[in-house]
């Protein structure tokens, strides 16, 4: 089995969909991040099979409640003195920026290229989110996947 440290102060984001990890280090800008980041791909999990795994030393200035978009069911864990302190529980966040890009040719997002895409929740039901400028609108799909 593969050891990873573990954190005495930080951020660890389980339970994602196997295969998922870049897309959120991507989502995320981790990058750009001073800190130790370390991903674990395809770690056996009883409950999904598979799944992906991302610590990161220190804390994160981001928007965490953002992965909220990309898939409810990844957890989030904050670590302080080595053990976790709190457990987030992932919603849809009711805005999103720079997640989904519009795909209206009309927006005017096409035209002026520093605009934020920005998208806000319009049925949470249906998982539907809409353009601040334009209306237009996106859907979300099971396991996270976005539909334009």
Do not use: W
């Not at 991040?33 to 981001?62: F, H, P, Q, Y």
């Amino acid at each position: 089995m593969l050891s990873v440290d573990s954190l005495e102060k930080g951020v660890v984001i389980d339970h994602i969909q196997a295969g998922r990890s870049m897309e959120i280090y991507q989502l995320l800008n981790l990058d750009a991040l001073d800190s130790c980041v370390a991903i674990i791909k395809n770690v056996k999990s009883n409950r999904m099979g598979r799944k992906d795994i991302i610590k990161i030393e220190d804390r994160v200035d981001t928007d965490l409640e953002a992965l909220g978009f990309l898939d409810q069911n990844i957890t989030v864990n904050i670590i302080e003195d080595g053990s976790i302190t709190r457990k987030m529980k992932l919603t849809l966040p009711e805005r999103v920026r720079n997640i989904i890009r519009c795909r209206n040719p009309r927006c005017i997002t096409s035209v002026e290229s520093s605009l934020p895409h920005e998208f806000v929740l319009a049925d949470p039901e249906r998982g539907v989110y809409r353009c601040i400028y334009c209306e237009q609108e996106a859907e979300m799909h099971r396991h996270g996947s976005r539909r334009h």
